[in-house]
């Protein structure tokens, strides 16, 4: 045992972090069974030895951005079953249609009060914008606004919001631009709030793939849903926006996106937040959408990702009194650590957030995006 603790001492020192150390980034390791969970389980084991109470980490977030900075994820994932995992990942359509409505049920569904309690009243699950924002409700009011000045809404519009959520984004279209909006998503608990918090609007909200989506609108725009369409679907998944999107229309795909050349994946997130997730790289998500947009504009503000989910985090714990009895003390540690690691991907730039403008056709005298200045309205 003192053999295998010793390894990963070595394999941690690159990153500045201690086992049992001084500072608030170091492991404190409970249960040394941690050691020999980690070399079979790799990232999958340190997250459910975690939920464990196995071991524990005062700025996880910190710890996490730091084991990236010095690439420690390819020392813990290299071993079998991820290998396994991955080679599985690579050879079956793990986001097929009779999978579609996975995640809707596992991690969108647990619970709408979860939800409410954690994220702004819009409930946006998606990264705001931190350009000039204080505090989250005004960074998600920025990046609603700046979503919908690419877009160049105009009243009467049709549109469609593929993952519409909790109808957030679709209100706000409707309310402030005057559009007609058609929202879908995977989740009956998201559906039934939305249907609520958008009644008296010209907003509907269904339930269904976007394989089974049929019609014409003006403009599509897709928050925080692509990461759910799996790499084996991308051309089904453009072709099928293409033909729902008039001539010279415009899309918005708003995505998480990987900074490594291959499809990124985490057993852990994929088994216990969000089934069937995959994120794309960017070499990939230009191949496919380019064989049926125009690439208009490429806008990264992954950053912006950190300073939401520590907000989320916040709020979280500040309600968890009201929830625990609820959901119990593994989910809350489930819930943290999925934060918490989340925030420290997008510190280090591991991850990234795109929003990707793509036309339909030919657009007469090209396209200008607002990029980094919020508009007002």
């Known amino acids: 045992m003192r053999k295998t603790i010793r390894q990963f001492e070595k394999m941690l020192e690159p990153a500045g972090i201690q086992l049992n150390g001084p500072n608030a980034w170091d492991i404190e390791v409970h249960d040394n069974a941690l050691f020999p969970r980690l070399a079979r389980d790799g990232t999958l084991g340190l997250g459910e030895a975690y939920m464990d109470g196995w071991w524990d980490c005062l700025a996880l977030d910190e710890m996490i951005d730091r084991a990236f900075r010095a690439g420690l994820e390819d020392g813990v994932r290299n071993n079998s079953r991820f290998l396994l995992y991955l080679l599985g990942c690579r ?53 609603m606004q700046i979503i919908c000045a690419k877009l160049k809404l105009e009243p009467g519009m049709q549109v469609l919001d593929l993952g519409c959520g909790w109808g957030g984004l679709a209100r706000w279209m409707a309310e402030r631009h005057g559009v007609d909006v058609m929202g879908v998503t995977v989740s009956k608990e998201q559906a039934q709030l939305a249907r609520e918090r958008c009644a008296g609007l010209p907003v509907t909200i269904g339930v269904q793939d976007y394989r089974e989506l049929d019609g014409e609108f003006d403009r599509i725009v897709s928050v925080g849903m692509f990461e759910h369409v799996g790499q084996r679907n991308y051309r089904t998944f453009f072709q099928k926006t293409c033909s729902l999107l008039k001539s010279e229309g415009l899309f918005l ?57 520590m907000a989320w985090h916040k709020r979280f714990n500040a309600a968890w009194p009201q929830l625990r009895t609820q959901y119990g003390e593994r989910f809350k540690r489930m819930f943290d650590y999925y934060l918490l690691v989340c925030a420290g991907s997008f510190r280090s730039r591991e991850n990234h957030l795109w929003q990707v403008m793509l036309a339909k056709g030919r657009l007469a005298g090209g396209y200008r995006a607002p990029r980094w200045t919020v508009p007002s309205g």
Request: proline fraction near 5%; charge should be negative.
């Open 91 to 143: 050879l079956l359509n793990r986001q097929s249609h009779i999978r579609a409505f996975q995640v809707g049920e596992q991690h969108y569904d647990i619970g709408n009060n979860v939800f409410e309690s954690m994220l702004d009243p819009y409930m946006n699950y998606s990264c705001g914008y931190w350009d000039s924002a204080g505090n989250l409700e005004q960074a998600q009011i920025a990046k």
């Open 253 to 309: 795909l708003h995505t998480i996106g990987a900074s490594r050349g291959g499809f990124a994946t985490d057993r852990w997130i994929e088994k216990y937040i969000f089934p069937n997730g995959v994120l794309p790289p960017a070499q990939t998500l230009a191949e496919r959408a380019s064989a049926f947009f125009t690439i208009e504009d490429w806008h990264n503000f992954g950053a912006d990702y950190d300073p939401t989910l």
